[in-house]
Protein backbone atom coordinates (compact mmCIF):
# COMPACT_ATOMS: atom_id res chain seq x y z
CA UNK A 1 0.00 0.00 0.00
CA UNK A 2 1.04 3.05 -0.87
CA UNK A 3 0.66 5.68 2.17
CA UNK A 4 1.55 9.27 2.48
CA UNK A 5 1.80 11.87 5.26
CA UNK A 6 1.37 15.66 4.90
CA UNK A 7 3.22 18.05 6.78
CA UNK A 8 4.56 21.35 7.19
CA UNK A 9 1.48 23.63 7.55
CA UNK A 10 0.58 26.03 9.87
CA UNK A 11 -0.91 29.68 10.87
CA UNK A 12 1.23 32.62 8.52
CA UNK A 13 -0.04 35.80 7.83
CA UNK A 14 -1.23 37.21 4.06
CA UNK A 15 1.86 37.47 1.81
CA UNK A 16 4.06 35.04 3.70
CA UNK A 17 5.22 31.79 2.99
CA UNK A 18 5.19 28.03 3.99
CA UNK A 19 6.45 24.68 2.03
CA UNK A 20 4.63 22.41 2.52
CA UNK A 21 5.85 17.98 1.94
CA UNK A 22 4.68 15.01 1.50
CA UNK A 23 6.33 11.72 2.51
CA UNK A 24 5.54 9.24 0.45
CA UNK A 25 5.97 4.98 1.56
CA UNK A 26 4.69 1.42 0.13
CA UNK A 27 5.43 2.11 -3.53
CA UNK A 28 7.97 3.03 -6.09
CA UNK A 29 7.92 6.40 -5.53
CA UNK A 30 9.94 7.44 -9.01
CA UNK A 31 7.33 5.79 -11.60
CA UNK A 32 4.48 7.67 -9.84
CA UNK A 33 2.50 10.88 -10.81
CA UNK A 34 1.97 13.44 -7.54
CA UNK A 35 -0.75 15.69 -6.78
CA UNK A 36 -1.53 18.47 -4.09
CA UNK A 37 -5.51 19.11 -3.38
CA UNK A 38 -6.97 21.55 -0.46
CA UNK A 39 -10.06 21.51 0.91
CA UNK A 40 -11.35 24.86 2.54
CA UNK A 41 -13.97 24.72 5.29
CA UNK A 42 -17.37 24.02 3.48
CA UNK A 43 -16.21 23.56 -0.18
CA UNK A 44 -15.20 20.66 -1.99
CA UNK A 45 -11.37 19.19 -2.88
CA UNK A 46 -9.97 20.88 -5.36
CA UNK A 47 -6.78 20.74 -7.47
CA UNK A 48 -3.60 23.05 -6.98
CA UNK A 49 -0.77 21.48 -8.79
CA UNK A 50 0.52 17.98 -10.02
CA UNK A 51 3.96 16.93 -11.09
CA UNK A 52 4.62 13.77 -13.03
CA UNK A 53 7.50 11.19 -13.16
CA UNK A 54 9.23 13.39 -15.81
CA UNK A 55 8.62 16.40 -13.55
CA UNK A 56 6.65 18.53 -15.56
CA UNK A 57 4.14 20.52 -13.76
CA UNK A 58 0.58 22.21 -14.26
CA UNK A 59 -1.00 24.13 -11.57
CA UNK A 60 -4.55 25.97 -10.60
CA UNK A 61 -5.30 29.38 -12.10
CA UNK A 62 -5.96 30.56 -9.07
CA UNK A 63 -2.58 29.70 -7.56
CA UNK A 64 -0.14 29.59 -10.56
CA UNK A 65 2.32 32.43 -10.23
CA UNK A 66 2.87 31.64 -6.45
CA UNK A 67 3.11 28.28 -5.42
CA UNK A 68 5.89 25.51 -6.93
CA UNK A 69 5.21 21.93 -6.89
CA UNK A 70 8.59 19.97 -6.69
CA UNK A 71 9.98 16.32 -6.18
CA UNK A 72 13.12 14.72 -4.89
CA UNK A 73 12.58 11.09 -5.93
CA UNK A 74 15.82 9.98 -3.06
CA UNK A 75 13.91 11.17 -0.49
CA UNK A 76 10.38 10.08 -1.71
CA UNK A 77 8.57 13.58 -0.86
CA UNK A 78 6.75 15.66 -3.04
CA UNK A 79 6.69 19.43 -1.65
CA UNK A 80 4.67 22.55 -1.93
CA UNK A 81 6.56 25.86 -1.90
CA UNK A 82 3.73 28.34 -1.19
CA UNK A 83 4.55 32.25 -1.90
CA UNK A 84 2.51 35.15 -1.26
CA UNK A 85 -0.59 33.87 0.76
CA UNK A 86 -3.85 34.92 0.55
CA UNK A 87 -6.56 34.25 2.90
CA UNK A 88 -8.50 32.08 0.66
CA UNK A 89 -5.41 29.80 0.28
CA UNK A 90 -6.35 28.45 4.10
CA UNK A 91 -7.65 24.75 3.83
CA UNK A 92 -6.48 21.67 4.66
CA UNK A 93 -4.01 20.40 2.20
CA UNK A 94 -3.54 16.67 0.56
CA UNK A 95 -1.45 14.53 -1.56
CA UNK A 96 -2.06 11.87 -3.50
CA UNK A 97 -1.53 9.80 -6.68
CA UNK A 98 -2.48 10.77 -9.95
CA UNK A 99 -4.77 10.24 -11.74
CA UNK A 100 -5.82 7.59 -9.37
CA UNK A 101 -5.35 8.55 -5.60
CA UNK A 102 -5.43 6.07 -3.18
CA UNK A 103 -7.03 7.05 0.31
CA UNK A 104 -7.07 10.53 1.59
CA UNK A 105 -4.69 10.84 4.57
CA UNK A 106 -5.20 13.77 7.10
CA UNK A 107 -3.65 16.35 5.13
CA UNK A 108 -2.23 19.56 6.70
CA UNK A 109 -3.91 22.66 7.75
CA UNK A 110 -2.67 25.63 6.13
CA UNK A 111 -4.26 29.35 7.82
CA UNK A 112 -3.39 32.27 6.18
CA UNK A 113 -4.78 35.05 8.35
CA UNK A 114 -3.63 38.27 10.02
Known amino acids: QVQLVESGGGLVQPGGSLRLSCAASGSIFSVNAFGWYRQAPGKQREFVAV???????NYADSVKGRFTISRDNAKKTVYLQMNSLKPEDTAVYYCNKVPTPGYWGQGTQVTVSS
Open 51 to 57: ITNMGST
